[in-house]
């Protein structure tokens, strides 16, 4: 199951012995161990145990079979916690199998895994009386799903366009998004108001320097002069910062420009560039606005004007000034 499915399972089913918490996203494997711990562990200092899989390899399996095999002294469950946790198919059967067979019924046995199975492992998802939890990287889908619960359980209603605006001025971060969802819950309690407004989105929430990039390159689509100068001065207001966002913006163009003319599907476009497949759709919908001479001649205009600051012809204002001028003929 998705992670956003999680808190319901639980309610639903009540403890399982084994999860498998498997993905990317920090955020979820830790938010899943919190929310088993709050509901079945009174005292962690007690009833809690944890181990580094990575250390568990052979006989050392042993003191992990040992900890799921024990009870609790005053919590409802004995909590034990492996991370990064790939045992090879012959450890699995002669150690760890009895385990998942016949688990014992006072444990919670929690695997928190960043990929899945190493060659020649075990698949420990697969296997008896393990529940498995994706927390790879959320889709955009999953992500506003994910905003809109959380803010429907706090009694609060945010529609799908200001989840969406949420989600891009936080580039999509899990661990960002659960921190300004809370903020933004803090700021609705206070203003005793029961619906999320974009306004008070861009009030409370400061967008990452892509989502702004993305703004930018937004304003020059749509010939907004004033707009695209606002944003530019915005990014660069700091002269350290100058080269950095020029940086970011030759490189946003360059992507752009692939983009526009790669072949595929955006499933396939992703793969090719690491990208997430939404950013993907997302670039691919901003880069149909220019024709690809265009995105070539912006990027080659920002390589430039770094290049002449970096070889002295420019100060780093200047190089905003030239690029302004270049990218807004």
């Known amino acids: ?55 568990l390899k052979g006989e050392k399996l042993s003191s992990l079979v040992a900890a799921a095999s024990s009870f ?17 198919e012959k450890e699995y059967e002669q150690y760890i199998k009895p385990l998942f067979e016949n688990p014992m019924p006072s444990v919670i046995l929690f695997i928190s895994n960043t990929s899945k199975e190493k060659a020649g492992g075990v698949s420990l998802s697969k296997e008896p009386n393990a529940t498995f939890v994706d927390c790879g990287r959320s889709d955009e889908e999953t992500i506003k799903r994910w905003i809109y619960l959380t803010m429907k359980k706090a009694g609060v209603v945010a529609d799908g366009m200001t989840c969406d ?12 998004i659960a921190v300004e969802t809370e903020k933004l819950l803090l700021c609705a309690e206070t203003e005793g108001v029961s ?22 390159t937004n304003a020059i689509s749509r010939g907004d002069r004033a707009g695209f100068i606002r944003i530019l001065n915005d990014l660069t207001r700091k002269t350290t910062e100058i080269i950095p966002t020029l940086s970011m913006i030759a490189s946003y163009f ?6 526009r003319v790669m072949k595929g599907s955006s499933a396939s476009i ?8 939404y950013a993907v759709r997302k670039s691919k919908e901003q880069a149909s606005k220019f024709t690809q001479e265009a995105l070539m001649e912006y990027y080659t205009a920002v390589y430039e004007a770094i290049a002449a600051v970096k070889c002295g012809e420019l100060t780093p204002s200047a190089a905003v000034q030239r690029v302004s001028a270049k990218v807004l003929l």
């Open 1 to 55: 199951m998705k992670y956003v499915d999680f808190r319901k399972f639980t309610e639903e089913n009540g403890a399982q012995p084994i999860y498998v918490f498997e993905g990317e996203e920090v955020y979820f494997r830790e938010k899943g161990e919190a929310l088993l711990k709050s509901k079945y562990v009174q005292q962690p200092l007690l009833d809690y145990v944890a181990f580094d899989g990575s250390t």
């Open 72 to 88: 609790p002294f005053v919590s409802e469950k004995w909590f034990v916690k492996v991370s990064e946790f790939y045992p090879t």
């Open 165 to 176: 605006l949420i989600a891009a001025y936080c580039n999509y971060d899990m661990s960002r």
């Open 195 to 216: 619906r999320l407004t974009d306004e008070m989105v861009r009030e409370n929430v400061h967008p990452e320097i892509e989502y702004k990039v993305y703004e930018l």
């Open 254 to 259: 360059k992507s752009l420009y692939e983009i």
């Open 270 to 277: 992703a793969a090719a560039l690491s990208m997430k497949e």
